[in-house]
């Protein structure tokens, strides 16, 4: 065979080439997997409406997932979660299994959340906090032990039968105090001192002053009578 005829036949393409690339562009796209009533993804996007998109870790699905009232642990972008359901497009978020950032967690619920149990609650953290716009407490018997309390108020009010303090000092410093007693005030101390820059001034019906050893009074002016 002579070198043309050779150089002919090598740059002609095959015959048998093009129905296998024909065959390969208009070969359809594989079908997803089989749904299985659930999978497990990674959140990608938090939506409106309390709902997620998640992604699947296997094949790269994406869905639109409400979160399930079960999911207490408010999911954030970046966890793995659970996702559950009759379908693909009705699938919900419903547990979150591996927490992008585990430091950080949230219980969230749209409504009323009620912690309740049979025989005792306790809660133990190194720091708590606690936020509220209106809080009420309704405790038979309480008894609280610390280091120190600081509490800062602008109206305080305390209504009881009964109050008991016992103290090693007590200090009040106030720009005004006033206070009334209807029957009986008694005070018992070592030494009592009252001091007052302009006037102090004594009323009673009957008043008696009196004293086992000395009763002194100095001014520049005292008037009996």
């Known amino acids: 065979m002579s070198p043309a005829a050779l150089r002919e036949r090598a740059s002609a ?3 048998h080439d093009a129905p296998d690339m024909q065959t390969l562009l208009h070969r359809p796209l594989p079908a ?3 749904w299985t009533g659930n999978a497990l993804g990674t959140v990608v996007q938090a939506l409106p409406g309390d709902a997620f998109l998640v992604e699947a870790q296997a094949g790269g699905e994406r869905w639109h997932c409400p979160r399930a009232a079960s999911c207490l642990l408010q999911p954030s972008v970046g966890d793995t979660v659970l996702v559950a359901g009759p379908r693909r497009d009705q699938a919900y978020l419903i547990a979150v299994i591996v927490q992008a950032d585990p430091a950080q ?3 969230a619920v749209d409504g009323v959340l009620t912690l309740q149990a049979g025989t005792r609650l306790e809660l133990a953290a190194p720091e708590f906090d606690l936020q509220a716009r209106k809080a009420q407490v309704e405790i038979g018997e309480m008894d609280y032990r610390g280091s120190e309390v600081r509490i800062t108020t602008l109206i305080a009010r305390f209504v009881g ?7 090693d000092r007590l200090s009040v410093l106030t720009r005004s105090s006033f206070r009334l007693t209807e029957e009986v005030e008694q005070v018992r101390a070592g030494q009592i001192d009252y ?3 302009e006037t102090l001034r004594l009323h009673a019906k009957n008043t008696l002053v009196s004293s ?3 009763v002194k009074l100095d001014a520049e002016q005292i008037h009996m009578g």
């Not at 039968?161 to 103290?167: D, G, M, S």
Request: with cysteine; hydrophobic share 40%; glycine share 4%.
């Open 32 to 34: 997803p997997a089989a």
């Open 13 to 15: 393409p095959a015959a």
């Open 195 to 197: 001091q007052a820059e």
């Open 212 to 214: 086992k050893g000395l």
């Open 161 to 167: 039968r009964t109050c008991e303090t016992v103290l």
């Open 105 to 107: 967690s949230r219980l």
